[in-house]
C-alpha cells in the first residue's frame, strides 16, 4: 500500500508557474513508476507525465512537453512536477498516481495507487 499526497496547486495567471509535489509513505517508493494525470469536470483523467523508478526515463504528453519537467527524489520518497509558461487549458484538478507495473504506462488503469488531487487554475 502507498499513501500519495499532493501539494503546490492554486491559481497562476497565463504564462506563470507552479510546481506541484507528491509526498509518498507506506511502501518502498522507489519500486513505483510515478505519474501525473490531470481531469477536468465531464473529461477523462487525462495523462501528463511520468517517471520511471530510478528517475533515468521521463514521459510526457505532447501537450505538455516542453513546458512541464517532472522529478523525483527517492530519499525523499516525493515526486515534482514543474509547471512553467501555463495556459488556462491547464486548469484542471492534478493527481499523482503510482503504478507496481515494470515500466510507466499512460494509461490510467496501469495505476494502483491514486493521491486525492491538487487544483491547478490559470487565469487568462
Known amino acids: 500500500q502507498v499513501q500519495l499526497v499532493e501539494s503546490g496547486g492554486g491559481l497562476v495567471q497565463a504564462g506563470g508557474s507552479l510546481r506541484l509535489s507528491c509526498a509518498a509513505s507506506?511502501?518502498?517508493?522507489?519500486?513505483?513508476?510515478i505519474a501525473w494525470f490531470r481531469q477536468t469536470p465531464g473529461k477523462e483523467r487525462e495523462f501528463v507525465a511520468a517517471i520511471s523508478r530510478s528517475g533515468g526515463g521521463t514521459y510526457y504528453a505532447d501537450s505538455v512537453k516542453g513546458r512541464f519537467t517532472i522529478s523525483r527524489d527517492n530519499a525523499k520518497s516525493t515526486v515534482y512536477l514543474q509547471m512553467v509558461s501555463l495556459k488556462p487549458e491547464d486548469t484542471a484538478v492534478y493527481y499523482c498516481?503510482?503504478?507496481?507495473?515494470?515500466?510507466?504506462?499512460?494509461?490510467?488503469?496501469?495505476?494502483?495507487?491514486w493521491g486525492q488531487g491538487t487544483q491547478v487554475t490559470v487565469s487568462s
Open positions: 498516481a503510482a503504478s507496481k507495473t515494470a515500466g510507466c504506462y499512460s494509461g490510467y488503469g496501469y495505476y494502483d495507487y
Open positions: 507506506g511502501r518502498t517508493f522507489s519500486n513505483y513508476c
